[in-house]
C-alpha cells in the first residue's frame, strides 16, 4: 500500500499562490505517475497535473497551464503543486493520487492511490 498526504492548502486572495505538497509513504514511488486532481462542491474531481515517475515529464489541464508547475523529489517521495495568479474558481478541495505507470495518465479512474485532500479557497 502507498499512502499519501497533502498540506499546504489555505486561504489566499485573488492573484496570490499556494505551494501544495504530497507526502507519500509505504512502499516504492518512484515507479509511480503522481498527479494533482481537484473538486468543487458540486461538481466532479477533475485533472489537474501530472508527473511521470522521474519527473522528467508533465502535464496540465489548460485553465492551469501557465499558472501551475508539479515537481517532484524521489529522494524525500514528495510531490509539488507550485500555483500562481490563484483565481476563486481555483476553489476546491485538491488531491494527491499516484499509480504505478511509466504513463501520464489523467482521469481519476486510473489513479489506484489517493489521499485526503487538503482544501484550497481563493477570496475575490
Known amino acids: 500500500q502507498l499512502q499519501l498526504v497533502e498540506s499546504g492548502g489555505g486561504l489566499v486572495q485573488a492573484g496570490g499562490s499556494l505551494s501544495l505538497s504530497c507526502a507519500a509513504s509505504g512502499r516504492l514511488f518512484n515507479n509511480h505517475a503522481t498527479g494533482w486532481f481537484r473538486q468543487a462542491p458540486g461538481k466532479e474531481r477533475e485533472f489537474v497535473a501530472v508527473i511521470n515517475w522521474n519527473g522528467a515529464v508533465a502535464y496540465y489541464r489548460d485553465s492551469v497551464k501557465s499558472r501551475c508547475t508539479i515537481t517532484r523529489d524521489n529522494a524525500k517521495n514528495m510531490v509539488y503543486l507550485q500555483m500562481d495568479s490563484l483565481k476563486p474558481e481555483d476553489t476546491a478541495v485538491y488531491y494527491c493520487?499516484?499509480?504505478?505507470?511509466?504513463?501520464?495518465?489523467?482521469?481519476?479512474?486510473?489513479?489506484?492511490?489517493w489521499g485526503q485532500g487538503t482544501q484550497v479557497t481563493v477570496s475575490s
Open positions: 493520487a499516484a499509480d504505478r505507470t511509466y504513463e501520464l495518465p489523467t482521469t481519476v479512474s486510473s489513479y489506484e492511490y
